[in-house]
Every structure is written in C-alpha cells, then in structure tokens.
C-alpha cells in the first residue's frame, strides 16, 4: 500500500492518473479509524477509480488543547484496517509542519452563519479549522468525489457551503452515521471511554429515538427541554445542547413546517470525552 507524508510525493503519485481522467475519491480523516470511517472508505471503493484517505489530526480545528493532545494517534493500526479493504487505497498522512509550516493558523471563512449555530456556539474557530484544511486537501489532491459522515451533520452542510460558496471542484457524498449494536455512534472518541461510560453512552440514542417520537405531536421547544431534563436526570452526563434544526440552515426552529426537514443534535460529555450525535426526524 502507498503511504505519502509529503504534498510533492502524493501529487507527483496522483497527477499521472488524473491525467488518465481517473475518478479519485477522498476519505479525510483524523485517524483512529473504526467501521464509521471504513463505511466512507467502502463507499468511496465503489464509485472510484482510485481512493486516497488522509489521516492526519489538524490541529486549527481544536478549540481545546487538551482534546487535542489526547486525540488517538494509531497510524500503524489505521493502515492495517484499511489494508483489510484493499492495499490498493492510497494513504496520506503528513506531519503539522508539512501543511502548516511554522504557523498553525486557520484561515478565516463565512458560511452564511452555517457556522455560528450548535458546535459553533461551543467550539470558537473550529470550522475555520475544518475549512483550512479542506481547502488545503482538495487543492493539493484534486479529488472527484470526497466523502463526509452526517455523524457530524454540520461540518456536511459546511462542507458542502465552502464547495459552493468558493466554486470548488468537488463532490461532496453524506454517508449515513454508522452505530455500535447498542445504537451508540461510532467514534475515534469512544476509545477514551470506561467500560461502564461505553455502556452508559448509548443513552444519547436512546433519548434522540425517543425524541423523535415526541416530535410526531410535540414542538420542537417542548421535546428539547423534555431531552435536558432525560439528561439532567441521568447522572454520568452533562449536556451541552439539544437542538432541533432545519437540516440546510441549521437554525434552531421555531415552528414547524410539513415542508421543511429536521434533524435533532445533541453535545454532551461522560467521563470528560465529548460526545455528539443526530438523527432526521421527518
Ligand atoms: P474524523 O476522523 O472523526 O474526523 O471523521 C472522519 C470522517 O468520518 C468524517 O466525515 C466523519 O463524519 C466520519 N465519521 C466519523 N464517525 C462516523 C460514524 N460513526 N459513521 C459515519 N461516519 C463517521
């Protein structure tokens, strides 16, 4: 399997078979891969010619240092699942210094306010983060089709504004969220979980299929504060938000719409690892 950690040795790789008009699908990911990433990775497998995954943990898109520094590293593992998949897939994992030099600084971006509801609210920068080193992927690589999971529904629905928004060429492809057995949404996170955290954090889907019931005859204000009082009464989690958004704008909704679709988002934390996750509701 090739493995690129320089942008000279992956585009000098890559160019002779763009130039063949081949299709390339991109996986970016932050490593510590689980069946979550090779679900992307199998789908980008069957609509490409060639398929190139980035891993590499970009530090711009971390609002807090210690998240950051406890991040999972596992490249050796991370090789070796995606081995099971084909050793044809092409592996880019550079170092912070080859993408950023001696600065590591985001670039600034507007997302028409995509970027100022849910994790923008709680993590300062973070998709100016996302939006660097997106940018910098898909200049330097020059992907056909580049494929994102709705675990992180938000960062989709940016991704697919930045595409617009700043004409690139790409396709962005949603891939469904993919769960343990017990419903919890799989994550490079879960592995910094206890035994009895793992256990208790399927609760988070519990509640969000729950919900989804409620908003059959319920508002939406009304089946948000009934999930923060579920959370408040159980003991291993504190929550950050619940929110129930439109799905293009994000924005929180007031009132709802038989036209429109929402989706239901949830932050919160047990044993200090933060936890997201959503699900459609309509
Ligand atoms: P990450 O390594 O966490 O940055 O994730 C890389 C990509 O995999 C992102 O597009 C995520 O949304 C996606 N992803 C992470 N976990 C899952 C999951 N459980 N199901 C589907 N996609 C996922």
Redesign the pocket.
Known sequence: MDIFKTNTSVTKHLEPLLNKGKTIGF???????????L??IKKAIAQNNVVIVSVFVNPTQFNNTKDLEKYPRTLQKDVALIQTLSDKIIVFAPNTNEIYGNTIQSKKYSFDGLEFQMEGKFRDGHFDGVGTILDYFFSTLKPTNA??????FQ??QIVKKLVSKYNLDVNIIG?????EASGL?????NTRLTDTGKTEASFIYKTLLQAKKKFGTKSASKVEEWVTKQFAKNKHFKLEYVTIAEVTTLKTVKRKSKKQKYRIFIAAFIDNVRLIDNIALN
Request: proline share 3%.
């Open positions: 996986v970016p990911t932050m490593g510590a891969l689980h069946k979550g990433h679900s992307l494929y994102f999971g709705e675990k992180d960062q989709l891939c469904e969220i993919f769960r949404a799989m994550s490079s996170r």
